[in-house]
């Protein structure tokens, strides 16, 4: 998957639906992703929206995404 700031984060999340649990294991902050309300902005916003709505820089966030999926990745 190519992860860009214009990916949606549904369609990270359902390639890698191990993801949210070790976004919440890095920052409790994340918890967001597992309830209703975060499912539901999930559906439709990009990595660019969630990072610039939290203050993250979008290429320090994908950094981090390309490094945990890297991670599980050897590890399977």
């Known amino acids: 998957m190519d992860l860009n700031a214009n990916t949606r ?3 990270i999340l359902d390639a890698y639906p191990w993801l949210p649990d070790a976004l919440v294991k890095i920052d ?3 918890k967001i992703i597992n309830n209703p309300i975060g499912k539901m902005l999930i559906r439709t916003a990009t990595v660019g ?14 950094e981090e ?3 945990l999926i890297a991670a599980h ?3 399977q």
């Open 65 to 67: 995404l390309r490094k």
């Open 9 to 11: 984060l549904k369609d």
């Open 73 to 75: 990745d050897a590890q």
């Open 49 to 62: 929206d969630a990072c610039k709505k939290a203050g993250y820089s979008a290429d320090a966030a994908l």
């Open 28 to 30: 409790g902050r994340f």
